[in-house]
Every structure is written in structure tokens, then in C-alpha cells.
């Protein structure tokens, strides 16, 4: 294609495939599964999500009016705190607010009842994170359930009588995870909530349920959430996945600008940036796949890519490729479109890559194209 680089490309195809596997899962294991704007908020893409699911998680102002605006009125908040003045909002756009605290319950439930207690309101139904202490993610910055975490309550710290006003649990404590580790985590939860378990209307699971992963076992994650519906059947489920909904359905395409060399190592500056267009590199790290480089271990021209800010570890390496990179090669990052457009920053100014959506059939669409205003207007 002859787009001019960087730029990300959502291919719709990709997306559809997510989206029904999701929903197949929704509907065999009767669990309501709702999307999460912190993975994607690309709502130009939202008519194609809103054909599958209407229902969104928010955890800023921002995220609710976007679902409310774009893809439904079901919204189900939740935020490590509240102010007194952003409450307000999250009450008149939200069906469900969930509390990081019981402090936090406190203050606010009473503004719930008074909101609910009014003619033709929208009802508002609340929960409470809870902390399963039950950590399955080996990276610390994405596990919730570190020791010190300041997600969520610990069992030690419930009242035996569930508050009045209380309706659900909600947990979060995964991250790309498996259906097994789902299983851990449930039985932790058992373990020590399950005591409040049969009296609540509903469990939210959180995100982290990476189940359009080829690897992922659907089949058990159905089996167990059948099996946890048995032991309380009168529990609604929820999850709320990002990454899931988004996984390996878009990619950024950039090109080679120069090569250096200092050390042996060879780098080669590319127009888009890791600090600035695909944070999460740095900051799980990870190293994403190349579709136009060898496989790891084969024999070739090894390189580092560099972006091209000034941070001195704007890099990510190191890949094969079986010839030697020049510039104007066109490299293709993979799975490029979830944590990365809801991420992406602006430092030393750097233009954001153009956003297109590649149709079933037909040319691709340009959605967005950034402009010197976008930088500028961030400071106004």
C-alpha cells in the first residue's frame, strides 16, 4: 500500500474474528463480557465493536463520555478514587460504580441511594474491588496483586455483614493471562470472600482474559465459569477484557531512515518511535514481532531498531533480517493495535502516526491524520 509512513492499520477482518469468539464465549458461558477502553479507545472502529457489544468499562470521565457517545449506555466505572466533583459525573453517566475502598463506599454510597431514590433514574448498582492477594503475572508494573498494592480490599479487612447498598465484588489480577490462571485466581477468591460470594448480585472478573489467543483454551474457560455459575447461581458475571478484543488486529508500518553503528551493534532509525508510539515495548519490555524479519536464532544481518526521539533508550533490538537494511525498507511491527494509540505521546514533538482502518473488501479508510495543531493544542 502506499501510505505514507508510520502509520498504524486496523484491519477489520482481524476485528470481526476477535469479536465473535468473544461473544461465542459470552453466550455459552453465560457471562456478560464488556470491552475496556484502556486497551483501545479508537471509537472511529466502535460502529464494527458495537454490533457484537454495547457495554463498556471506564475508569476517567473521559473513557464513560466516550462509551455513552459511541458505543452504549451500559457503562461500569470503576476508579482507584473518587473526587467530589468527578462522582458526580460518573453517577449521571454510569450503571455500575465500583469503589476502591470501603472508605470510599462510604462517601459516596450515600449520594447513590439519594440518585436512585429519584423518579425515572438511571439505577446505579456499586461494588467493591477486592484483593484475591493471588498474583499469576510475573511483570510487577502490571501486577495488581503485588504485596503494597493499593487495588482493592483484602478479606482481613471486610466487616462480616456486607454494607447495605452493596451489590458486587469486582477483581482484577491478571494480565494476558490463561484461562488457568483465571482458575487460581477464582479459587483464591473462594478462599477468602467466599463467604460473601452468596450474597452478592454480581462478580466482575476484571481484564486481562487474553482468550483470542491462538493458545488460549476457550473450551476450558467456558467449562470453569459453567462450574462457577453452579456453586452461585444467582451470581451475575462479568469480565471486562481490552487487549482481547484488540489482539494481533492492526500493525504499524514505518521505514528506515539511516543506520548506525557504534560498538559492533548496528541500529537502524526508524520514523516512528518506541518511547513515543509503542510505550509498552519499554515498559514491559517486549520485543515485537517484525513481519519482515527471520525467526529468532536464524543466521542473517542482526540490527537494533532505534526511534527517533532524543531518549537515549528509544530502542528495542534485536531482530534478523536476510538481507542488509537500507534506508527507505518498510518494516511492519505486528499486533500494533492495543496499548499503543491510548498511549502515545507527543515528547520532543513528534507527529503521531496516521491511523487507517483496512475494510473487508475495498481501499483502506484513513480515520485520523495528526497535524502540528494536535501538538500545539496539547498546550493551549
Avoid at 26 to 50: C, R, Y
Avoid at 87 to 94: A, C
Avoid at 211 to 217: A, G, N
Avoid at 368 to 378: H, L, N, P, S, V
Amino acid at each position: 500500500m502506499n501510505i505514507k509512513t508510520p502509520y498504524y492499520i486496523v484491519y477489520e477482518d482481524k476485528l470481526r474474528a476477535n469479536l465473535s469468539l468473544i461473544k461465542r464465549v459470552s453466550e455459552e458461558a453465560d457471562v456478560k463480557i464488556i470491552m475496556a477502553f484502556k486497551a483501545n479507545a479508537l471509537w472511529k472502529t466502535f460502529p464494527i465493536i458495537a454490533e457484537y457489544v454495547k457495554a463498556s468499562t471506564a475508569s476517567s470521565i473521559n473513557e464513560m463520555r466516550l462509551s455513552l457517545d459511541y458505543l452504549g449506555n451500559e457503562v461500569h466505572a470503576y476508579c482507584p478514587v473518587y473526587t467530589d466533583e468527578s462522582f458526580g459525573e460518573f453517577l449521571k453517566g454510569s450503571t455500575h460504580i465500583t469503589f476502591n475502598s470501603l472508605a470510599q463506599f462510604e462517601k459516596f454510597y450515600p449520594r447513590v441511594a439519594e440518585h436512585n431514590s429519584q423518579p425515572g433514574a438511571r439505577q446505579v448498582s456499586c461494588g467493591l474491588r477486592v484483593n484475591p492477594q493471588c498474583s499469576v503475572i510475573e511483570t510487577d508494573i502490571y501486577n495488581p496483586c503485588i504485596p503494597g498494592s493499593r487495588f482493592g480490599v483484602n478479606a482481613s479487612q471486610m466487616p462480616v455483614n456486607l454494607p447495605e447498598g452493596l451489590d458486587g465484588f469486582h477483581f482484577h489480577a491478571l494480565c494476558e493471562s490463561s484461562s488457568y490462571d483465571l482458575e487460581k485466581v477464582l479459587q483464591a477468591l473462594e478462599a477468602q470472600f467466599g463467604q460473601w460470594l452468596p450474597k452478592l448480585k454480581w462478580l466482575n472478573m476484571g481484564g486481562g482474559h487474553l482468550m483470542t489467543r491462538k493458545d488460549y483454551d476457550t473450551e476450558h474457560l467456558v467449562r470453569l465459569l459453567k462450574d462457577f455459575h453452579s456453586s452461585y447461581p444467582d451470581l451475575q458475571l462479568i469480565m471486562e477484557p481490552g487487549r482481547a478484543y484488540t489482539w494481533q488486529t492492526g500493525d504499524l508500518v514505518t521505514e528506515v531512515l539511516d543506520v548506525v553503528e557504534d560498538a559492533g551493534i548496528k541500529t537502524a532509525i526508524i520514523d516512528a518511535s518506541f518511547a513515543c508510539h509503542m510505550p509498552d515495548c519499554l515498559e514491559m519490555p517486549y520485543k515485537p514481532a517484525i513481519k519482515e524479519a527471520l525467526e529468532d536464532g536464524m543466521d542473517g544481518y542482526k540490527y537494533r531498531l532505534g526511534g527517533n526521539s532524543c531518549l537515549s533508550g528509544d530502542f528495542v533490538g534485536d531482530w534478523t533480517f536476510s538481507e542488509p537494511l537500507t534506508p527507505g525498507r518498510r518494516l511492519t511491527l505486528l499486533d500494533m493495535n492495543h496499548y499503543t494509540t491510548v498511549k502515545t505521546n507527543m515528547f520532543n514533538g513528534i507527529q503521531h502516526p496516521s491511523i487507517w482502518l483496512q475494510p473487508t473488501s475495498g481501499d483502506p479508510v484513513l480515520l485520523r491524520q495528526f497535524t502540528y495543531e494536535d501538538y500545539k493544542e496539547r498546550m493551549d
